[in-house]
C-alpha cells in the first residue's frame, strides 16, 4: 500500500539536543511538508520541498532545519535553538496537480 | 494572503442530530477549499475538496460541503451524525500557483453524545 511513514510516533530528548525526524514516501509524489500542531494552533508550516535538493522556509521555520536528497525521503531536525520543541510534527505529500495532501500519522516530541 | 477562520473551537451534537461546521475564508482569486478530518494522535484525511463547477460536494464518510462565494465560507455539513465522527475537523485553503501550499484553518472539535 501507498502512503507516508513517519517515525517514531513518540520521542523523548532532552533540551539542548537535536532531534530528527524520519518522514518517507512511497506514493512517487514530488511535493513533501512539515507542519507543526499544537493544541488550538491548527496546522503550521514549517518548511515544504517541490523537488529533490531544494526545499523553502515556512512561516515558522526558525529553529528547524530539513533535507531532501531523495524524492521519498524528507527528514525533520529539529535543533537546540528551537525554544519550544514540544508539540506534534505531522509530515505530508502530494502530488502534481491532484492539490491535495496525504499525511503520515505523526510523532509526537517531547522535550524535558 | 489567504487565511481560514473556523469560528467554532467545539461542537457537541446528539448521536443521530445533523452536523454543520463553519469555515470563511479569504483569497484574491479562485479558491481552492478543503475539508480534512483528525482523530486524535493521528493524522489528517481528506474528506472532500472544492476547485470548481457544481457548489455542492459530496465526500467520504457521508459528509457535503457548500461553497458560497457571496458568503467566502465553505461549510460542512451531515445529515445525521455517528458517535464515530467525533474528531479534530480542519478547513483549508489553497493557492495552487506558482506552487501548491494550503493554509488551515485551527480545527473544530466534534463532541458526540449518545
Known amino acids: 500500500d501507498g502512503g507516508i511513514t513517519q517515525s517514531p510516533k513518540y520521542l523523548f530528548r532532552k533540551e539542548g539536543q537535536n532531534v530528527t525526524l524520519s518522514c518517507e514516501q512511497n506514493?512517487?509524489?514530488?511535493?513533501m511538508y512539515w507542519y507543526r500542531q499544537d493544541p488550538g494552533q491548527g496546522l503550521r508550516l514549517i518548511y515544504y520541498?517541490?523537488?529533490?535538493?531544494?526545499?523553502q522556509k515556512g512561516d515558522i521555520a526558525e529553529g528547524y532545519s530539513v533535507s531532501r536528497e531523495k524524492k521519498e525521503s524528507f527528514p525533520l531536525t529539529v535543533t537546540s535553538a528551537q525554544k519550544n520543541p514540544t508539540a506534534f510534527y505531522l509530515c505530508?505529500?502530494?502530488?502534481?496537480?491532484?492539490?491535495?495532501?496525504?499525511f503520515g500519522p505523526g510523532t509526537r516530541l517531547t522535550v524535558t | 494572503a489567504q487565511s481560514v477562520t473556523q469560528p467554532d473551537i467545539h461542537i457537541t451534537v446528539s448521536e443521530g442530530a445533523s452536523l454543520e461546521l463553519r469555515c470563511n475564508y479569504s483569497?484574491?482569486?479562485?479558491?481552492?477549499l478543503f475539508w480534512y478530518v483528525q482523530s486524535p494522535g493521528q493524522g489528517l484525511q481528506l474528506l472532500l475538496k472544492?476547485?470548481?463547477?457544481?457548489?455542492l460536494v459530496q465526500g467520504i464518510k457521508g459528509f457535503e460541503a457548500e461553497f458560497k462565494r457571496s458568503q467566502s465560507s465553505f461549510n460542512l455539513r451531515k445529515p445525521s451524525v455517528h458517535w464515530s465522527d467525533a474528531a479534530e475537523y480542519f478547513c483549508?485553503?489553497?493557492?495552487?500557483?506558482?506552487?501548491?501550499?494550503?493554509?488551515f484553518g485551527r480545527g473544530t472539535s466534534l463532541i458526540v453524545h449518545p
Open positions: 505530508a505529500s502530494s502530488g502534481d496537480f491532484s492539490y491535495e495532501q496525504y
Open positions: 506514493l512517487n509524489h514530488d511535493a
Open positions: 520541498s517541490q523537488i529533490v535538493n531544494d526545499f
Open positions: 483569497y484574491g482569486a479562485t479558491p481552492y
Open positions: 472544492y476547485f470548481s463547477g457544481d457548489t
Open positions: 483549508a485553503v489553497a493557492r495552487v500557483t506558482p506552487i501548491y501550499i494550503p493554509t
